[in-house]
């Protein structure tokens, strides 16, 4: 039997991440996956698939309706869906091989299949047993549907189909204006397909500063996208090449039909067949695996990390976790700062937030200033036709402490982390403003929305 120092289950960014902070540490690792390949769903079937998407659909976007306009002319751009669908495989596939190098480059071992663990010092996959030190729980998460709602991954499907869909559909409804709805409906909706957005709650993005809420909706809107607010679906029926999705309202119902119904409601922790639970393991109400400060479950030698456990469901804060449960497994000392917690929407333009919004300021009563930067202003984003939205720059009235930052705009996905940093070392609005910022870039515009929380933004 092998003798471990820490077994990790699941190879996600952030069982992924782990494995390699305790190899480095002098760990000795194993990672168990059942996939075929590493990376979890982030690589195989969530974040780096969509991302092609996300970047071959934009390009297409581009090629239609701004290439003419900077003087490039030739035949009209068509869409060959098979081809796109194997570059995106391609990107998956190098990039699951990269995580299977680094395996290989830290001697962490690859136990393929699926695990359970039998105790604290035991986990059996398949028929062989493997002994540990500690074990790391890193299983994930995975699509959570609604009642009278099943997912065929045909028509009816979750974020997983809707990445492999076999033709582009004419006609798609997608449940929930949430991060995966509007990524993936965003991905649709330039290839042509007809997207509804039909939500629950009265506005897109639930838990983001309203300015972004509002001001990427109409973004949305004017690139194609409807939206139905302030429905709940009651119910999907699927026939052979379509669906019909019910909601209620108000007081009626109604319905719709579609090629293809995307379900992005959320997602739940992923904990099949990992016996933690039958172990008698402690579950929080909402059945994550519960973990103190340090990431240790309620079984002594056994840690959770990511989507699993409470927090945003995110790889970067996975892997964070993933690093310091590493640090804490070889006795030092392992932190995350979940104050500064970036959360991106890979739309064209992007959306990207840290800190608290506006609205969580009021409800504690803190006093704030804001200072806000249209893209309008910003010389680099207009010459790309990226001057639609803003730089919101949150910051304590009184220490001018940066407290927040919500922007929609271009790379809005990189200029969050200055903001990050900032917030690390506990800056303020003008320590930003005061800082060269190299023209013409989008950077300036955070530099802009920091200046207007004082004497005012020069371009505004
Ligand atoms: P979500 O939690 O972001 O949004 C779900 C939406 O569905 C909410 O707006 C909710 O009000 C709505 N909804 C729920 N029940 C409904 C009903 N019966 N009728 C109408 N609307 C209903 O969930 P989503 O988009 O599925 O994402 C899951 C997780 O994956 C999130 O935690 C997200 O952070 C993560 N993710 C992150 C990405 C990123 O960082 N770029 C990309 C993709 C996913």
Request: charged fraction near 20%; hydrophobic fraction near 40%.
């Amino acid at each position: 039997m092998s003798n471990y120092d820490v077994i990790v289950i699941g190879s996600g960014p952030g069982g992924y991440v782990c494995a390699i902070r305790c190899a480095q540490l002098g760990l000795k690792t194993a990672i168990v996956e059942g996939r075929e390949t590493l990376g979890g769903t982030c690589l195989n079937v969530g974040c780096i698939p969509s991302k092609a998407l996300l970047h071959a659909s934009h390009s297409y976007h581009e090629a239609q309706h701004n290439f003419e306009k900077m003087g490039i002319v030739g035949g009209k751009p068509k869409v060959d869906f098979a081809k796109m669908q194997g570059y995106k495989d391609d990107v998956v596939g190098t990039n699951t091989k990269g995580v299977e190098f680094l395996m290989k480059k830290n001697k962490i071992d690859w136990i393929k299949g699926w695990a359970k663990i039998d105790s604290s010092t035991q986990v059996t996959v398949g028929d062989t047993a493997y002994a540990t030190k500690n074990i790391v729980i890193a299983s994930g998460s995975e699509p959570s549907s609604i009642p009278n709602v099943d997912i065929d991954e045909k028509t009816v499907v979750s974020s997983t189909g809707a990445l492999a869909l076999g033709k582009i559909p004419k006609s798609m409804v997608v449940i929930g204006a949430g991060v995966i709805g509007l990524e993936m409906g965003s991905v649709y909706a330039r290839l042509g397909t007809e997207v509804t957005v039909v939500e629950y709650m009265k506005h897109i993005t639930p838990g983001m500063d309203m300015d972004v809420s509002k001001g990427l909706q109409k973004i949305l809107k004017k690139q194609g996208l409807k939206f139905v607010m302030g429905a709940a679906v009651q119910s999907t029926k699927a026939a052979k090449t379509k669906a019909t999705v019910t909601y209620k309202l108000g007081d009626k119902e109604e319905s719709i039909d579609a090629d293809v119904v995307l379900v992005s409601t959320g997602r739940k922790p992923f904990m099949d067949g990992l016996g933690f639970a039958e172990m008698g393991g402690a579950l929080t109400d909402r059945g994550q695996i519960q973990t103190d400060n340090q990431w240790r479950t309620s079984i002594a030698g056994v840690y959770a990390i990511g989507d699993v456990i409470t927090g945003p469901m995110l790889a970067h804060k996975a892997e964070d976790e993933g690093m310091a449960v590493a640090e804490v497994i070889a006795g030092k000392h392992g932190h995350v700062n979940y104050g500064v917690i970036p959360g991106v929407i890979y739309t064209t333009p992007e959306v990207a937030s840290v800190g608290q919004t506006e609205e969580q300021l009021k409800e504690a009563g803190v006093d704030y200033k804001v200072g806000k930067f249209s893209f309008m202003g910003n010389g680099r984003a207009k010459a790309v036709f990226q001057g639609d939205g803003f730089v919101k720059l949150i910051v304590d009235a009184k220490t001018d402490r940066i407290l927040g930052c919500h922007l929609i705009g271009p790379a809005a996905g990189e200029l969050i982390h200055e903001i990050c940093v900032a917030m690390e070392f506990g800056a303020s609005a003008q320590d930003i403003a005061l800082t060269c910022h190299a023209h013409p870039t989008f950077s300036e515009a955070v530099r802009e929305a920091a200046l207007a929380c004082g004497g005012g933004a020069i371009h505004a």
